[in-house]
């Protein structure tokens, strides 16, 4: 089931949390959805799964429109907010027993789908323990066991992974691909890496506005816009190599590696390699080494977002 916005607002008082926001995730997608504290991804979250209604424009799943009465098309999505609200005195196996009914799952599918979720979220050892007992990181698997225990074709989880150790993240990291394979998964994080290891697209927001849209790769080339090559050239001094380089079209800065003397970093704008190489060429110098080095998705993120 694919999810389509169309043109969403939505503001609290004079503050526009979401300001004309459009965006379509395929179904069987990945979305990873980026921003900094306040940019509108919770709010954008929310009017998807249809807790609150946009002030104009509007969402659609599988070309239906959602609105907060639309309640069988809600039972399509399993959302996993970021507060992770629990049922402190629920054991984590009526909790889940609690929202297959909540949720429509016919009696004699519920204790197979419970017996999925305690294994897919490695809740066995905790299965019986009451939620209020759990530790934060088994907090979290439990709302996302309960999020997908109906076997939702959307998920929409906001910080799946806060909490968890780095082997429990590891895990979840999984299971958002896995799922990502039959389903459409939106979640939001802080973590970039996570982003760029899970997700098949990366969507950034800022101020309420998407910033930044597409595959990291295609991200690194449309926000950055720049290239910075590593480059090895040998049968020259520094003094002589260094005016040539800042001549070449589009290089932006070229600055000697410390502590070397062949080694050089050359910042241009989009590529252009081969002009470095001609350049070498034309001069007659030994060119050892021309690699670009790849935009860290930190960089990508920080551009988008204080432009």
Known sequence: MDIRTEHLTKSYGNQAAVADVSFRV?????????????AGKTTTMRMICGLIAPDSGQVLLGGKVMDPQAVELRRAIGYLPEANPLYEDMPVLDLLRFGARL????????????????????????????????????????GLAFAMV????????????????????????????DLGRTRTVVFSTHILPEAEAVCDRILIIN???????GTSEQLRAQVLGRTLFQ????????????????????????????DSRDRFEVLMSGAGGERIAAACTAKGWSLGELRPQESRLEDVFRDATQR
């Open 26 to 38: 395929q179904a069987g997608e990945v979305l990873g959805f980026l921003g900094p504290n306040g």
């Open 103 to 142: 949720q429509g799952v016919p009696s004699n599918e519920i204790q197979g789908r419970i017996r999925l979720m305690v294994d897919a979220c490695g809740l066995g050892d905790e299965k019986h323990k009451r939620t209020g007992e759990l530790s934060r990181g088994y907090r979290q698997r439990a």
């Open 150 to 177: 109906h076997d939702p074709a959307v998920l929409v989880l906001d910080e799946p992974t806060t909490g968890l150790d780095p082997n429990q993240i590891i895990e979840v990291r999984s299971l958002i691909k």
């Open 207 to 213: 101020k309420g506005r998407i910033v930044a849209d």
């Open 231 to 258: 480059v090895r050239i040998t049968g020259a001094s520094p003094e002589e190599v260094l005016p040539v380089l800042r001549a070449i079209k589009h290089v932006i800065t070229a600055t000697p590696v410390v």
